[in-house]
T-cell receptor, first 115, second 115 residues
Framework: NAGVTQTPKFQVLKTGQSMTLQCAQD?????MSWYRQDPGMGLRLIHY???????DQGEVPNGYNVSRSTTEDFPLRLLSAAPSQTSVYFC??????????????FGPGTRLTVL | AQSVAQPEDQVNVAEGNPLTVKCTYS??????LFWYVQYPNRGLQFLLK??????LVKGSYGFEAEFNKSQTSFHLKKPSALVSDSALYFC?????????????FGSGTRLSIRP
């Protein structure tokens, strides 16, 4: 199993550009989520999904879109990048039921800089 | 609404001494509680979780945590700290009585173990 993979590892954008951060998992997890990590702020939930076709907003959803067309993939789209979106982005996945429920597996992260 | 608080930004402990990293939570229903660890430039790794049952939960690397419902706390402990325990530690909570609820993380506590 590759676990949770994220691409790219690093990205530099100019203000106003759009891009998609990719996240994929091969563990057949129902629950997937995107977090951003900023110094002193911990991990803040951007969007999450409890299954294919179902997404919901987290704590800081503005400026980001998600979709979940398959169980495996959960891309995060930045519509018009702003310097405030400079952060490290983590994707995570987990089962949503059963004994292993909610034990999240994290990807290696994407470090995004918006100039 | 659910939330989790880690009141200490940093905890400093001498090697061989016991350590405690504090976490308090707020949920409207019953909680699932988690601890994760992050080493530099890495994603988060699962340490332990409380779902139900025994209030003392044992996890990876000799860590344990005690669920205290009356104090709404879930402090992380280890009897004898190692220098290799130095890392960033995150507490997280989910409301298990909400079918599509999200997992919320605290702001993190940096644990520094001095030789």
């Amino acid at each position: 199993n590759a676990g949770v993979t994220q691409t790219p590892k690093f990205q530099v954008l100019k203000t106003g550009q759009s891009m998609t951060l990719q996240c994929a998992q091969d563990m057949n997890h129902e629950y997937m989520s995107w977090y951003r990590q900023d110094p002193g702020m911990g991990l803040r939930l951007i969007h999450y999904s409890v299954g294919a076709g179902i997404t919901d907003q987290g704590e800081v959803p503005n400026g980001y879109n998600v979709s979940r067309s398959t169980t495996e993939d959960f891309p995060l789209r930045l519509l018009s990048a702003a310097p405030s979106q400079t952060s490290v982005y983590f994707c995570a996945s987990s089962y949503s039921s059963g004994p292993r429920t909610d034990t999240q597996y994290f990807g290696p992260g994407t470090r995004l800089t918006v100039l | 609404a659910q939330s989790v608080a880690q009141p200490e930004d940093q905890v400093n402990v001498a090697e061989g001494n016991p350590l405690t990293v504090k976490c308090t939570y707020s949920v409207s229903g019953n909680p699932y509680l988690f601890w994760y660890v992050q080493y530099p430039n890495r994603g988060l790794q699962f340490l332990l979780k409380y779902i139900t049952g025994d209030n003392l939960v044992k996890g990876s690397y000799g860590f344990e945590a005690e669920f205290n419902k009356s104090q709404t706390s879930f402090h992380l402990k280890k009897p004898s700290a190692l220098v290799s325990d130095s890392a960033l530690y995150f507490c997280a909570v989910r409301d298990k009585d909400s079918s599509a609820s999200k997992i919320i993380f605290g702001s993190g506590t940096r644990l520094s173990i001095r030789p």
